[in-house]
């Protein structure tokens, strides 16, 4: 019988050795209502099953089914926007080539990547 004390290094132990094991792969966008009272149910990636990542999805970490993402990142956007928000895109796969679905001022659409 292990006591707590060890049982709580083995975890520590474990995380730490999981630690940087990202997979391949993105989150989806966080559209939803923020549940703040909800802890976080992963830490990161090594805690999800296969083809699951761990994302922020209403305001906490859970697993989630990832997502792919093409290269590159999205440019910032320092616009401020005047009207209701219109979401163009939901994901990468919904733009053309090498254009990525990117958060903006007014909402997501495609846009050419930022390369580095």
């Given at each position: ?82 009207s209701p928000v219109q ?30």
């Amino acid at each position: 019988m292990t006591s707590q004390r060890e049982e709580i290094f083995d975890r520590q132990r474990q995380e730490t050795s999981a630690a940087g094991r990202e997979k391949f792969g993105g989150c989806p966008p966080d559209d939803g209502p923020c549940l703040l009272s909800v802890p976080d149910h992963c830490m990161d990636d090594s805690q999800c099953p296969a083809r699951m990542k761990c994302c922020s999805k209403a305001c906490f970490r859970q697993c989630v089914p990832m997502i792919s993402v093409k290269p590159g990142s999205c440019p910032e956007d320092r616009l401020q926007c005047l009207s209701p928000v219109q979401h163009l895109c939901h994901k990468d796969a919904d733009c053309r080539g090498s254009s990525r679905c990117c958060l903006g001022a007014c909402g997501r659409d495609c846009r050419n990547p930022i390369q580095g």
